[in-house]
Every structure is written in structure tokens, then in C-alpha cells.
């Protein structure tokens, strides 16, 4: 038996998405986000956890964070062996990367950069387990004041965005789109940082952002509860 996964109504996801079962291991690369101040991974894992156990049968999918603060795409594709590949997926969640257009504590990256990491760290992966499930998550939103007044992280997070997409789009990925949504959602609106990039303020316990991220992210998961 397959479900939806936290649908209110019991339709199937919109095509592509990613179906879990309950003997996957699920690697989650990214960021801050899924890195150790944050807990939207965290929030993802608890959700899928509680829906296979409540078929009775204990066995949960494995995940591993593989996100790491202040990441790039580039950081992504050099680490990709022991971040990834050593773990042995069956399921790859990437999110981000936000930091390849950050313009506050690391140089920005450009687009056609980005785009080719993230196509190495696909092509390593696919590599290695040809049969590898992968749903791309875009950067989270961007809704402060920067420093010096300027725009161009949110122009950057677009193109970057856009580039998820199309990657995905080109492979035959799931792909979320969580940077659109946020900006025709009040309710994104009201639970995310006043630093404008993080579900809340650091700390490793499971917020409000972090839910909402995560029931972003869980609109294009299958659950297979066989």
C-alpha cells in the first residue's frame, strides 16, 4: 500500500516525486538547514518515522545528515565520497545550496558554477547506485534586510532556484519549489527568522520553520508502506 505523505486530501503527489519505504537510507546533503543549528531534517524524519509506524510495523527508513553550515555546491561535489557515496543511499535529498549567492561571509559562486556542481555531485552519485532516488529541494527564501541594502542575494537565490529546477527537470527528479511558495504564503511569511534565510534561530530542536520546510519537502514524497 502506497499513501500521500501529510496530504490533507488522499491524492497522489504531483509527478515527478519521490517514493520512501521504510528500508531506505536517505541521505539529506545540504547546509545550515539541515546542518546542526537547524532541524528541518530532523522535523522530515520524525514525520515519515510516525506515518510507517503507524501500520504496526516498526521499520523506519535510516537518514543521515550530510549538511554541513556555510556549505556550497562546491563543498557538495568535493566531499561527495564520504558525505554520500561511503553511505551507501538509496535516497539522496538535496537542499539548497543557498550559500552559492551569498554575499555575507563567503563569495558567491556563479550560476554556471553552481549548476555544474550540482550536476557532478549527481553524476558521482548516480554513478555509484544507478537505481539512487533523488528529490531536489530549491533554496530557502530570503526575506531580511541585508547589511548593505542590497537585492542581489535574492537575485541570485532566483537564478539559483531556477537552475534546480531546470536540473531536475532535465533528470526526471522531484523537485521543491519552496522559494516560490514562501513569497504567496502567509503562512511561510510568519514563521520564518528575522535573519530571513533560517526556519528560526539556531538551536537543535524542531520549530516551526523547520515543520514548515519540512511539509514542503513531504508534498512530493510516496509514502510505500508495504
Not at 537552475?163 to 514562501?182: H, T
Not at 520564518?192 to 534561530?201: F, K, W
Amino acid at each position: 500500500m502506497s499513501l500521500p505523505f501529510m496530504s490533507a486530501v488522499r491524492t497522489l503527489p504531483e509527478e515527478p516525486y519521490l517514493t520512501l519505504a521504510r528500508t531506505d537510507t536517505v541521505v539529506m546533503l545540504g547546509d545550515s538547514l539541515t546542518g546542526t543549528d537547524y532541524a528541518y531534517w530532523l522535523s522530515l524524519q520524525e514525520s515519515t518515522n510516525v506515518a510507517f509506524m503507524c501500520t504496526g510495523d516498526l521499520t523506519v527508513p535510516t537518514y543521515i545528515n550530510s549538511g554541513v553550515n556555510s556549505n556550497q555546491s562546491s563543498n557538495w561535489l568535493a566531499d561527495v565520497q564520504t558525505r554520500v557515496i561511503d553511505h551507501e543511499p538509496t535516497v539522496l535529498i538535496m537542499t539548497g545550496p543557498v550559500n552559492d549567492g551569498h554575499d555575507n561571509g563567503v563569495t558567491p559562486l556563479p550560476i554556471q558554477d553552481t549548476e555544474d556542481n550540482l550536476n557532478g555531485v549527481l553524476d558521482a552519485c548516480l554513478l555509484a547506485n544507478p537505481a539512487l532516488k533523488v528529490l531536489m529541494v530549491g533554496p530557502w527564501i530570503y526575506g531580511g534586510t541585508r547589511p548593505n541594502g542590497s537585492n542581489a542575494y535574492d537575485t541570485a537565490l532566483d537564478a539559483i532556484n531556477e537552475v534546480v529546477g531546470q536540473i531536475a527537470a532535465e533528470r526526471g527528479f522531484g523537485y521543491v519549489d519552496v522559494r516560490s511558495k514562501y513569497f504567496t504564503d502567509t503562512v511561510g511569511v510568519s514563521v520564518v527568522s528575522t535573519d530571513g534565510v533560517h526556519p528560526e534561530a539556531a538551536g537543535a530542536t524542531v520549530g516551526a520553520g523547520d515543520r514548515y520546510l519540512s511539509a514542503q519537502v513531504a508534498g512530493k514524497i510516496l509514502l510505500d508502506l508495504s
